[in-house]
């Protein structure tokens, strides 16, 4: 009998080791709290939604977005963000980092304390391997492979799709509790191993053997 199998999106990266307090300070983010998005910049992002979220924290968390668009349209939503920004009076907390090359990447990651995806919709995520392979916290919505590595790996976690109040407490939920903080990133570098590359290739050729 024929068996089907689901293999995640496999891990490519090799982290190299990042001091926060460093990555911080070389970014000019010392003393702050890092929310990140990270990936090219797209409207089913819900990046506008992680601008939003600064409403309700407090002055010493900031919003680093790293992307940048590739469409007509990815443009003119990073434009909408930009008008979003000036109209909440948020420019202070709210950095466009624009494109982040892989030889910048470690810092971008070490300066964050609570990776970001606000996705609307979601089949898989390259972008989502970086924070993870880092350690970094992750809070995602509960859209397709989010909402299945959350409640099958419990290495990131979830809030409600487009609910912005409850991507809101979520975050101060997060901040408040620093143990799940750390937890959180220490399960998704585990996780992160689990899915790399050459585990997923003996997986796969260990299912051939047994077809």
């Not at 392979?133 to 099958?152: C, E, K, T, W």
């Amino acid at each position: 009998m024929s068996k089907s199998h689901i293999l995640p999106h496999p891990c490519f990266i090799h982290p190299v080791p990042v001091d926060r307090d460093v990555c911080k300070l070389s970014l000019g983010l010392e003393g702050y709290r890092v929310i990140g998005t990270f990936g090219f910049i797209s409207r089913h992002k819900g990046i506008d939604m992680a601008i939003r979220s600064l409403l309700s924290l407090n002055d010493d968390v900031v919003l680093n977005i790293g992307g940048t668009p590739r469409t007509r349209d990815d443009e003119l939503y990073l434009s909408e963000l930009r008008s979003l920004v000036y109209r909440l009076r948020l420019e202070g907390r709210v950095l466009f980092s624009g494109f982040i090359s892989e030889s910048d990447i470690p810092v971008f990651m070490g300066a964050t304390d609570l990776a970001l995806y606000p996705y609307h919709k979601n089949v898989a995520s390259g972008a989502l391997q970086y924070p993870l392979a880092y350690g970094v916290p992750v809070l995602a919505s509960d859209v397709g492979v989010f909402r299945d590595i959350g409640v099958n790996e419990k290495c990131i976690a979830n809030f409600q799709n487009n609910d912005q109040n409850d991507l809101n407490n979520k975050i101060i939920s997060l901040f408040d509790n620093p143990y799940e903080l750390k937890e959180l990133g220490y399960r998704g570098r585990l996780y992160s191993e689990k899915i790399r590359v050459e585990n997923l290739c003996a997986r796969l050729e260990k299912i051939y053997a047994e077809e």
